[in-house]
């Protein structure tokens, strides 16, 4: 299993741009996230998903939009990239199919807005 | 959910135990102690989680107290790629919007 795959790694937008961050899970869970983590601090919560169709907003929602098709596929769409914007974002997913759940994480999408 | 305290740093030789403390006094009966610990800039990455029970696996043992109001993590030889920064984090059950990370504890092994 690949396990949570995130892309791109890097990526530069400038004010204004919109991107999309990709974030594909292969071990079938049905919980997924977004996080974002600013230099020296812990990760806030953006968005998650409990399945297919469903999404909710976290910690830090405003600028980003979420979508979940799929159960594999859930992207994070920045639609007016601002420079507070500018920050590593991490994609996880879990199973939780009891009463305690762990998080398997991507490997991070490290993204600049100049 | 109950907020968790941690050292801000902590340093440790190669091949001694690692006791990484954590407080969360406000836990209350059905919240979970979980550990995650992230290695440079890479995705966390999940360790050990308990309840009551102190708990073991391959990475770490988990030791809560009684009155389960703080928590330590031990690796029991650490090593240099243990160094990272260490995030105790209690939620319940089902919680699923409110797994919060605080900053944790930078963790530095030294040869």
């Known amino acids: 299993n690949a396990g949570v795959t995130q892309t791109p790694k890097f990526r530069i937008l400038k004010i204004g741009q919109s991107m999309t961050l990709q974030c594909t899970q292969d071990?079938?869970?049905?919980?997924m996230y977004w996080y974002r983590q600013d230099p020296g601090m812990g990760l806030k919560l953006i968005y998650y998903?409990?399945?297919?169709?469903?999404?909710d907003k976290g910690e830090v929602p405003n600028g980003y939009n979420v979508s979940r098709s799929t159960t594999e596929d859930f992207p994070l769409r920045l639609e007016l990239a601002a420079p507070s914007q500018t920050s590593v974002y991490f994609c996880?997913?879990?199973?939780?199919?009891?009463?305690?759940?762990?998080?398997?994480f991507g490997s991070g999408t490290q993204l600049s807005v100049l | 959910d109950a907020k968790t305290t941690q050292p801000t740093s902590m340093d440790c030789a190669e091949g001694r135990a690692a006791n990484l403390p954590c407080n969360h006094s406000?836990?209350?009966?059905?919240?979970?102690v979980y550990w995650y610990r992230q290695i440079h800039s890479q995705g966390p990455q999940y360790i050990i989680h308990?309840?009551?029970n102190n708990e073991t696996n391959e990475m770490a043992s988990l030791i809560i107290t009684e009155d389960r109001k703080s928590s330590t993590l031990i690796l029991p030889h650490a090593t240099l790629r243990d160094t990272a920064v260490y995030y105790c984090i209690v939620r319940g059950p089902y919680n699923t919007d409110k797994l919060i990370f605080g900053t944790g504890t930078r963790l530095q092994v030294f040869p």
């Open positions: 406000t836990i209350s009966g059905n919240e979970y």
């Open positions: 308990g309840l009551k």
């Open positions: 996880a997913s879990s199973s939780a199919t009891g009463q305690s759940e762990k998080l398997f």
């Open positions: 998903s409990v399945g297919a169709g469903i999404t």
């Open positions: 071990m079938n869970h049905n919980y």
